[in-house]
């Protein structure tokens, strides 16, 4: 059974509704985004997260939000800065800047038509953005499951699943579709500190899938591999760059460089349009920098750091292209060497 959907456009298209999920797991409750503003800073605020989720929110965002806006002359104003605006909420995931790009395109089309027209094409590109992620996010399970077989390990970092995109995700994707093919795994899910995305998210969907997981803390992933209860290993990813350097959430390289020495295959499930040709190399990938509190007391009673302590929380690392063993995308799984021309 999938989680409770991540997030839908209501059915007046006055608001995406989003599941927040900084509420997870303990409860169950649904948001209504009605503006920009509102999209921004639950994004922002990790009330949607994940790279698939984050842009597709604000392609619906972008949406209900110039369908607002009927003058003429402000419209076409408003629409560039709001489409800027949406796109500064985080950094790392190409996946925000990609779905605003796709709906600027839509709109440059459609730009001479009345604004009834436009916004017409602006709600129609922003469902089919959504449609398109489910379909893709299958596609890669589909491929994913090839590499699967009856009782494997499987660790992954993070949530990369259903709630991280419309529905399946990327690294869950093949562990979904192999649930529906009766093949049964054992899944590891680091508990990915500081925002336990593994904990509170990954262990949630999972256990509620009636797939088999464990949870372990970020520093255990080493005595799991050395054991030999891991087969592979499958994050998803904010953004690859042309080299092959991929970005996902923090403790991924540490994870990827464990694989490395247990001799694991390392696989980066993603959607093809998470590579990102304009960015060289993973020195030049925006790496998201949060509050130092997330660290010291987000899910702690008192601060279990001493007040005035440096804290360096960055949210995710890149895992250098030499560590991945494959990408497995909607079109199919690419193997080394990687060349993205
Ligand atoms: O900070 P988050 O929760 O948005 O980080 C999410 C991740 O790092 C995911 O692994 C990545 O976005 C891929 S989601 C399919």
């Known amino acids: 059974m999938q989680p409770p959907k991540t997030l839908y456009l209501n059915d007046d298209h006055t608001a995406v509704v989003i599941l927040d999920q900084t509420l997870l797991p303990q409860t169950i409750k649904y948001i209504e985004l009605r503006n920009a503003k509102q999209v921004w800073s639950a994004i922002k605020d990790l009330q949607v997260r994940g790279a698939p989720a984050i842009g597709v929110t604000a392609a619906?965002?972008?949406?209900?939000e110039m369908k607002t806006h009927t003058d003429e002359n402000a419209f076409h104003q408003i629409i560039?800065?709001?489409?800027?605006?949406?796109?500064?909420?985080?950094?790392?995931?190409?996946?925000?800047?990609?779905?605003?790009?796709?709906?600027?395109?839509?709109?440059?089309?459609?730009?001479?038509?009345?604004?009834?027209?436009?916004?017409?094409?602006?709600?129609k590109a922003a469902q089919a953005i959504y449609l398109d992620d489910t379909g893709i996010c299958r596609r890669i399970g589909q491929h994913g499951v090839s590499l699967l077989k009856e009782g494997m390990g499987i660790l992954t970092h993070c949530n990369a699943g259903a709630l991280a995109a419309t529905e399946y995700g990327t690294a869950l994707a093949p562990i979904y579709i192999a649930k529906e093919q009766g093949i049964n795994?054992?899944?590891?899910?680091?508990?990915?500190?500081?925002?336990?995305?593994?904990?509170?998210?990954?262990?949630?969907?999972?256990h509620h899938a009636g797939i088999d997981v464990t949870l372990i803390?970020?520093?255990?992933?080493?005595?799991?591999?050395?054991?030999?209860?891991?087969?592979?290993?499958?994050?998803?990813?904010?953004?690859?760059?042309?080299?092959?350097?991929?970005?996902?959430?923090?403790?991924t390289h540490g994870v990827a460089l464990l694989a490395k020495h247990?001799?694991?295959?390392?696989?980066?499930?993603?959607?093809?349009?998470?590579?990102?040709?304009?960015?060289?190399?993973?020195?030049?990938?925006?790496?998201?920098?949060?509050?130092?509190?997330?660290v010291t007391n987000?899910?702690?009673?008192?601060?279990?750091?001493?007040?005035?302590?440096?804290?360096?929380?960055?949210?995710?690392?890149?895992?250098?292209?030499q560590y991945i063993t494959g990408f497995i995308t909607e079109n199919g799984i690419l193997c080394p060497p990687f060349n993205f021309q």
């Open 185 to 206: 795994l054992r899944v590891y899910a680091d508990e990915t500190r500081p925002v336990l995305q593994g904990a509170r998210l990954t262990a949630f969907e999972l």
């Open 298 to 321: 987000l899910w702690y009673n008192q601060p279990m750091t001493p007040a005035g302590v440096k804290v360096f929380n960055p949210s995710f690392d890149v895992t250098p292209g």
């Open 80 to 123: 560039k800065t709001t489409k800027t605006y949406l796109s500064t909420a985080r950094p790392t995931a190409v996946n925000l800047d990609w779905a605003l790009n796709e709906m600027d395109k839509v709109y440059e089309l459609n730009k001479e038509k009345p604004i009834p027209e436009i916004i017409t094409a602006l709600g």
């Open 60 to 64: 619906l965002g972008l949406y209900i």
């Open 262 to 294: 247990f001799n694991i295959p390392f696989y980066v499930c993603a959607p093809l349009s998470t590579i990102d040709m304009k960015t060289a190399t993973g020195n030049d990938i925006t790496i998201e920098e949060r509050d130092a509190s997330e």
């Open 217 to 251: 803390c970020d520093n255990m992933a080493a005595t799991v591999m050395a054991k030999g209860l891991i087969d592979a290993v499958f994050v998803g990813c904010d953004r690859v760059a042309a080299n092959s350097d991929t970005a996902n959430k923090i403790g």
